[in-house]
């Protein structure tokens, strides 16, 4: 069977994508990252989707990006926006992160012998970060692809992306359609303990617009209806 390792933060793009994943034959192995966000129902979300998806390993690294700063997700004295106005790439932006990210699950990937990688980025309803572009994917691919003795020796990796040219309703229908339980999922930057959505924030508003437009009841449990 083949094998991908595939970043899930715990929300609902990428508890679709490692669906999707699944549903395409690969063996997953799911890793999440603990680096210093507001919270950690994101974390606990991702222990139960790739436990009901089935995900052959999960892991969870630590790595404290509040270290820098820079995001109103890593730095507790910038207030996460939630009045939808932003101009330009919003505070929520942290920087590097998918770089970053990707670059953990390269290294997996090498140690499992993977033949690819999944992430859940989206450019069409999204918040404007840079790192979720078609375009960085490709660079990142390439980058990948010299940089590894996988790919020297003969074996590339594929970075899969199945979300990136889909609108919001449409990756919740692909979901369901693939078997997520999208219950299980935490999207909002500042949820509480219990993974209650606080209903104002950027995330929230994408995850509840992208319900309504698919007709699919939202089974988020959130704080304020905004």
């Known amino acids: 069977m083949k094998k991908a390792v595939v970043l899930l933060s715990g929300g609902l793009d990428s508890a679709t994508v490692l669906a999707l994943a699944r549903r395409d034959g690969f063996e997953c192995h799911a890793l999440s990252v603990n680096y210093g966000q507001r919270h950690q129902a994101e974390l606990a979300a991702a222990k139960r989707v790739a436990d009901a998806l089935g995900a052959r390993q999960h892991r969870v690294i630590a790595l404290n990006l509040q270290t820098f700063g820079g995001s109103a997700l890593t730095d507790h004295s910038l207030d996460v ?10 505070i929520t932006y942290v920087p590097a992160r998918n770089t970053i990210f990707l670059s953990l699950a390269l290294a997996w ?7 690819a990688l999944f992430i859940g980025a989206n450019a069409v309803d999204y918040s404007g970060y840079p790192d979720c572009r078609p375009e960085y994917l490709q660079a990142y691919q390439a980058m990948a692809n010299l ?7 003969g074996k590339a990796l594929v970075i899969h992306a199945p979300l990136v040219r889909m609108t919001k309703a449409q990756i919740v229908l692909a979901g369901i359609d693939a078997g997520v339980d999208f219950s299980l999922t935490v999207s909002c930057y500042q949820a509480d303990e219990a993974g209650s959505a606080c209903g104002a924030c950027d995330a929230c508003r994408i995850r509840r617009a992208g319900f309504a437009a698919a007709r699919v009841d939202d089974p988020t449990r959130y704080l304020q209806h905004a």
């Not at 990937?109 to 033949?115: F, M, S, T």
């Not at 940089?147 to 020796?153: D, F, I, L």
């Open 81 to 90: 926006p939630t009045d939808g106005a932003a101009n330009g790439i919003p």
């Open 109 to 115: 990937a090498e140690v499992l012998d993977a033949d």
């Open 147 to 153: 940089a590894t003795r996988a790919a020297v020796e």
